[in-house]
């Protein structure tokens, strides 16, 4: 079992950065893949970043690619998402969400953390 915990959300002007937070509870937190989603009003929840369980391999949407940069530090039992040139249209809600392998998809992320929201102002 997995409990996680979102942080960091804010308002930011366009073109400001912010840095989320998400730190998971249990001491599996190693063993798990994490990622970041985000929902905005009106819209589905879609894939922003992605991270595997030692930091090898990262993924990320098109639309945050060299914008956002996902890490995490097993130590600390926490994933970050760090996001820079922030736009108005990356305003939504930030998940963080764990599950075994890797994914793009919110299918299969067994875990999810309640949320955090980020509104970019232009």
């Known amino acids: 079992q997995v409990q996680l915990v979102e942080s960091g959300g804010g308002l930011v002007q366009a073109g400001g950065s912010l840095r989320l937070s998400c730190a998971a509870s249990g001491r599996t937190f190693s063993r798990y893949a994490m990622g970041w989603f985000r929902q905005a009003p009106g819209k589905e929840r879609e894939f922003v970043a992605a991270?595997?369980?030692?930091?090898?391999?990262?993924y990320y949407a098109d639309s945050v690619k060299g914008r956002f940069t996902i890490s995490r530090d097993n130590a600390k039992n926490t994933v970050y998402l760090q996001m820079n040139s922030l736009k108005p249209e990356d305003t939504a809600v930030y998940y963080c969400?764990?599950?075994?392998?890797?994914?793009?998809?919110?299918?299969?992320?067994?875990?999810w953390g309640q949320g955090t929201q980020v509104t970019v102002s232009s």
């Open positions: 969400a764990a599950r075994g392998v890797i994914a793009t998809t919110a299918r299969g992320y067994d875990y």
């Open positions: 991270i595997s369980w030692n930091s090898g391999s990262t």
